[in-house]
């Protein structure tokens, strides 16, 4: 990666991720990515993810090395600025108030808006409309569904980066956000992240257990084995392959062509001596 591009590149150098600060070494990180482009984080429990992911945000500090955005050294902008620069989405996003799931979202736009205005309203609009909310537009958060409650966070994040400012490249960090969702709303949600990466320039780095959602939306995947062990990262097609899940999850998988080309697995356990696997 290098001239403009590198310059916007969501860069995690040298970075090492530990559960605590005396923990054991999770997972060790060399990698540059790219805006424009959707990247799955995948791994077993336990291997870090979630760690690995709140670095990135800038929310927790890496037992070594730094992230940068391109050449800037996260720790280093301001918090304003960061915030209009880059969104993040926990595994588990808690609202202990009764907060409507409008006002929700419209928190998203906290770090871009000074006055109330009829472009700001639309903005928070057309983010709910995206994640299908808007009808829930005035339910108290705490009477929701989770899926619902998942979809009112994405729309909130979508809302915070939905326009470009000028300051560089824009980073949407997801950790699970598929979790709580039927299968649906799964591939809706995305295909919608994959498009705003390809429409937007948006970089979107997502968790995810479901490596056949990481097959059909990722751009690229960061794998993450854990124990330690360096991450690797590289297109979809090369990391996530047969060979790969025997070692990393200890599974058997087949591939399976779908009738729109794109490639998916079915899964089982690897198989034991005198124990028939049927697939």
């Given at each position: 990666m290098s001239g403009p591009v590198a310059s916007q590149a969501l860069v995690c150098?040298?970075?090492?991720?530990?559960?605590?600060?005396?923990?054991?070494?999770?997972?060790?990180v060399q990698a540059a990515l790219a805006p424009g482009r959707l990247t799955a984080i995948v791994g077993p429990n336990g291997?870090?993810?979630?760690?690995?992911?709140?670095?990135?945000?800038?929310?927790?500090?890496?037992?070594?090395?730094r992230v940068c955005l391109g050449a800037e050294p996260l720790h280093r902008l301001p918090a304003a600025q960061l915030a209009r620069r880059m969104a993040f989405?926990?595994?588990?996003t808690q609202v202990a108030f009764a907060f409507s799931a409008q006002e929700v979202v419209e928190m998203g736009r906290y770090p871009h808006r000074q006055q109330p205005s009829h472009q700001e309203a639309q903005i928070v609009q057309s983010a709910m409309d995206s994640m299908g909310v808007a009808h829930l537009a005035r339910r108290e958060v705490t009477t929701l569904s989770g899926?619902?409650?998942?979809?009112?966070?994405?729309?909130?994040?979508?809302?915070?980066?939905?326009?470009?400012?000028?300051?560089?490249?824009?980073?949407?960090?997801?950790?699970?956000?598929?979790?709580?969702?039927?299968?649906?709303?799964?591939?809706?949600?995305?295909?919608?992240?994959?498009?705003?990466?390809?429409?937007?320039?948006?970089?979107?780095?997502?968790?995810?257990?479901?490596?056949?959602?990481a097959l059909r939306y990722?751009?690229?995947?960061?794998?993450?084995?854990?124990?330690?062990?360096?991450?690797?990262?590289?297109?979809?097609?090369d990391i996530l392959t047969p060979d790969c899940m025997a070692r990393v999850w200890g599974i058997h998988s087949e591939a399976v062509r779908m009738q729109d080309g794109a490639l998916q697995y079915l899964f089982a356990p690897a198989p034991r001596p005198g124990v028939e696997l049927c697939l």
């Open positions: 150098a040298g970075l090492q991720v530990r559960a605590s600060a005396h923990g054991p070494l999770l997972a060790t291997a870090g993810k979630s760690t690995l992911m709140a670095v990135m945000a800038g929310l927790r500090q890496p037992a070594a090395g989405m926990a595994q588990e899926g619902e409650r998942a979809r009112v966070q994405l729309a909130r994040v979508l809302a915070q980066l939905w326009q470009p400012h000028g300051l560089g490249s824009q980073w949407l960090l997801l950790d699970e956000p598929t979790a709580a969702l039927d299968l649906q709303h799964q591939h809706q949600v995305m295909a919608l992240l994959r498009i705003r990466a390809q429409t937007q320039g948006l970089g979107v780095v997502v968790v995810l257990h479901d490596l056949n959602l990722a751009h690229e995947v960061l794998l993450v084995p854990g124990q330690g062990r360096a991450a690797e990262l590289g297109a979809v097609a």
